[in-house]
């Protein structure tokens, strides 16, 4: 993906949110207004924010992402995959229909998550799984991210939630035709999805200073490492360019 597609996202999100953070203000001192009369407890807050902790499998063991859900006031989900520690390539990723990831292949998951009957398809696709999420391009380095936005998906309870279903990464990129999954193989990552109160900014740290904190980290021992102040880093990634 260009850069300059990223930052237009990235403005795109930045503009939704300063929006909707207007509108969240003046909801705010309606329910501060509400508040004085009922007492607390009386007023309940739907969440709209889920996230999962994904987990390498059997033969991914050294893998780990998260994946971010957020529901939108139009009803329109945004959604955040990062992975690390897979090799480089492109992964297809779904949400499933069980959040169980109790087997060692999570076949537990069952199949896509599909609640209005459609073929597979890519995410942009009218005719598609609400699951489908397209694939995610993991670097050399290891670490991949992808955003997206869907209007089939949902956080709040409803038959589109995506809360309490399993977030799937497979072994290979998703072909958007075969069915039902688009031939991806096996599945090698797995997450149960959850409401969270976390911070997105803490759930996903800046990614460029995770990469360059890798880049630094090549060829340092564990120790060598922790023994490096920041002063020591910020020398170190000025030679690393
Ligand atoms: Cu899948």
Not at 47 to 59: K, S
Not at 176 to 191: D, E, H, L, V
Not at 220 to 237: A, G, I, T, W
Request: charged share 35%; with cysteine.
């Amino acid at each position: 993906m260009g850069r300059a597609v990223v930052g237009g996202v990235v403005l795109a999100v930045l503009l939704s949110l300063s929006s909707c953070k207007k509108e969240a203000k003046e909801k705010e001192m309606v329910e501060e207004t509400v508040k004085e009369e009922e007492s607390p407890t009386d007023v309940k807050v739907e969440p709209t924010v889920a996230y999962a902790f994904l987990m390498g499998g059997e033969n991914s063991a050294q893998s780990s992402g998260i994946a971010w859900f957020e529901e939108a006031d139009d009803g329109k989900t945004r959604i955040r995959v990062r992975v690390d520690g897979l090799p480089a390539g492109e992964y297809a990723v779904h949400v499933h229909e069980r959040g169980d990831c109790s087997d060692d292949n999570f076949e537990s998951a069952g199949g896509h998550f599909n609640p209005d009957n459609k073929k597979h398809g890519a995410p942009d696709a009218e005719e598609r799984h609400a699951g489908d999420l397209g694939n995610i391009k993991v670097e050399e380095d290891g670490l991949g991210e992808m955003e997206l936005w869907s209007d089939k998906l949902r956080v709040k309870v409803s038959d589109y939630s995506v809360v309490n279903r399993a977030v799937i990464v497979h072994e290979k990129p998703d072909d958007f035709k075969s069915q039902p999954s688009g031939n991806a193989g096996s599945r090698i990552m797995c997450g149960v999805v959850k409401y969270t109160t976390v911070d997105e900014e803490t759930l996903f740290p800046d990614l460029e200073e995770v990469r360059r904190v890798r880049k630094l980290s090549e060829g340092l021992s564990e120790e060598e490492m922790e023994k490096l102040d920041e002063e020591q880093l910020d020398e170190l990634s000025r030679g690393v360019h």
